[in-house]
């Protein structure tokens, strides 16, 4: 089993950042990949953004491309997302998640962190 901890969600305003750290521990080796994804109100979850531990590729979705960095800290097992130019329509609860090598798919997810953007 791999465990998840999300930290740094918070409140901000229109514009600004924040930094959303998450620390695996655990079955941590054969690490595959560490991603972000979040939830809105009614709606579903989707996904932000990952980054593959063999040779720190990373992927976005289109929305937060430029605006958004993922990150890791190999020795920690930590992964960062730092949010720049946030916008009201990233509010949402942030979820880590990570997938070893030998899964076929995210298997852990953290328990979230409150991100809210005020206009």
């Known amino acids: 089993q791999v465990q998840l901890v999300e930290s740094g969600g918070g409140l901000v305003q229109t514009g600004g950042s924040l930094r959303l750290s998450c620390a695996a521990s655990g079955r941590t080796f054969n690490m595959y990949r560490m991603g972000w994804f979040r939830q809105a109100p009614g709606r579903e979850r989707e996904f932000v953004a990952a980054?593959?531990?063999?040779?720190?590729?990373?992927y976005y979705t289109d929305s937060v491309k430029g605006r958004f960095a993922i990150s890791r800290d190999s020795a920690k097992n930590t992964v960062f997302l730092q949010m720049n130019s946030l916008k009201p329509e990233d509010t949402a609860i942030y979820y880590c998640?990570?997938?070893?090598?030998?899964?076929?798919?995210?298997?852990?997810w953290g328990q979230g962190t409150q991100v809210t953007v005020s206009s």
């Open positions: 980054i593959r531990w063999s040779d720190s590729n990373t």
């Open positions: 998640a990570a997938q070893r090598v030998i899964e076929a798919s995210y298997n852990y």
